[in-house]
């Protein structure tokens, strides 16, 4: 689960594993699709690697 702000509904909200739509590896970082709650599609590009995050998506 990860903290996001979304752009659409302008709020910042807890997205389940289960939103996720796919994750992809690039060279900026990893690069994740989500839906948000209120139906929005949404990415989030993550940090390098060992960050917490991306421990984070891979217990996902
Ligand atoms: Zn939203």
Do not use: K
């Given at each position: 689960?990860?903290?996001?702000?979304?752009?659409?509904?302008?709020?910042?909200?807890?997205?389940?594993?289960?939103?996720?739509?796919?994750?992809?590896?690039?060279?900026?970082g990893?690069?994740?699709s989500?839906?948000?709650w209120?139906?929005?599609?949404?990415?989030?590009?993550?940090?390098?690697?060992?960050h917490?995050?991306?421990?984070a998506?891979v217990?996902?």
């Open positions: 689960m990860f903290d996001r702000h979304c752009s659409a509904c302008d709020r910042t909200q807890l997205i389940f594993p289960s939103q996720i739509s796919s994750v992809t590896n690039t060279d900026h990893i690069l994740v989500y839906t948000c209120c139906g929005a599609e949404q990415t989030w590009l993550t940090g390098a690697r060992g917490a995050d991306e421990a998506l217990a996902a």
